[in-house]
């Protein structure tokens, strides 16, 4: 028996262009982040932390620029899957995904969501869906229903990323492997 949403899905990903925005998210920042292993955003502001085997980074996500460098020391704690902002002293620790577990949000409060799809190893899809929208209504099983089918693919890799997802509050999305790091923003 073949299976409909295995082809339906490989045909739309297959076509879909690779988009470096989607509205409303624009794409802020695509930087090089070698050797990366984990990122987390901060909760009180938005700022993402990157950890590599060349230290900590920490980028503004509404500019993409990156306001702070430590090459000697990460402030990662593997075990607990947090890290330190190095660049102030006294915060909270932040929540950390990456190689050692871990997640980033994989939806706002809004209902924007993300998806990872791996169907064609060793290829992954990252897509983001608008509010309503899902990938997986490509099936045509689901065309009576009016089901909004709707996606962006924002990256087509092999393998899969270190760390997909939004911000605490939804304004931010990022895309990180072990050398790129892609950030995009939006403002309404």
Do not use: C
């Not at 990456?98 to 706002?108: K, Q």
């Not at 996606?151 to 605490?168: N, T």
């Amino acid at each position: 028996m073949e299976n409909t949403l295995y082809h339906a899905l490989i045909d739309a990903l297959e076509t879909a262009p690779i988009a470096d925005s989607a509205p409303p998210w624009q794409l802020v920042a695509a930087v090089s982040a070698g050797g990366a292993t984990a990122a987390g955003f901060d909760p009180a502001t938005d700022d993402l932390l990157v950890v590599s085997s060349n230290g900590q980074g920490v980028f503004d996500t509404a500019t993409g620029s990156r306001v702070y460098r430590n090459r000697n020391e990460s402030g990662y704690n593997p075990e607990r899957l947090e890290a330190d902002r190095l660049d102030r002293t006294g915060g909270r620790p932040i929540p950390m995904a990456g190689d050692d577990g871990g997640g980033l949000r994989r939806s706002t409060s809004d209902g924007w969501t993300i998806d990872i799809l791996q169907i064609s190893w060793p290829t992954s899809y990252s897509v983001v869906q608008r509010p309503g929208a899902s990938i997986y209504f490509v099936d045509p099983r689901w065309d009576r229903f009016n089901k909004d089918a709707s996606f962006h693919v924002l990256k087509k890799s092999e393998g899969l990323p270190i760390a997909f997802g939004f911000s605490w509050s939804g304004r931010s999305l990022i895309w990180l492997d072990r050398s790129d790091l892609f950030i995009w923003r939006r403002d309404d």
